[in-house]
């Protein structure tokens, strides 16, 4: 479901209330533009109104495709993948990028467990043996 089929055509003025005026995702949108081509010398120096617009654009997409799988969620009150995924269906190429991220997500997961069971064992300081072997060995 799109903002325009539910609200018909916007007009070119109608932008949607800023509580600040640095969204969410402004850092990264201004990286992304930038890296796409935007002909500006270092990543920050995109205009301000264009970034804007961006995220605006970004937040309504976002927005749209939440209150869609709520609908598909039904009374149920939770959302799940399924529901977006459902939300996504036509759209090949932007199910195939929620599976590639759920499936780095698991992986990080996974990883920072390893990583965090790693940290648990504590290591043994080989110095500290050696000494008291070398004590334990001397002949009087």
């Known amino acids: 479901m799109c903002i325009r089929d539910r609200y018909g055509e916007l007009p070119n003025s109608w932008m949607p209330p800023r509580a600040s005026k640095r969204g969410p995702f402004t850092k990264e949108i201004r990286a992304m533009m930038w890296g796409f081509g ?60 929620v599976t590639e991220l759920l499936t780095m997500h698991k992986r990080i997961k996974e990883a920072r467990r390893m990583f965090e069971g790693a940290e648990d064992e504590v290591p043994v300081d ?5 000494e008291d072997e070398a004590e334990n060995n001397t002949v009087l």
Do not use: N, W, Y
């Open 38 to 97: 935007d002909q500006v010398a270092e990543p920050g120096d995109s205009l301000a109104e264009t970034v804007a617009a961006v995220e605006d654009c970004t937040l309504m997409f976002i927005r749209s495709v939440a209150e869609a799988a709520a609908v598909s969620a039904g009374t149920k009150g939770k959302l799940t993948v399924e529901h977006v995924m459902q939300v996504l269906g036509p759209d090949h190429k932007k199910r195939a990028r």
């Open 126 to 130: 080989k110095s500290d043996d050696d």
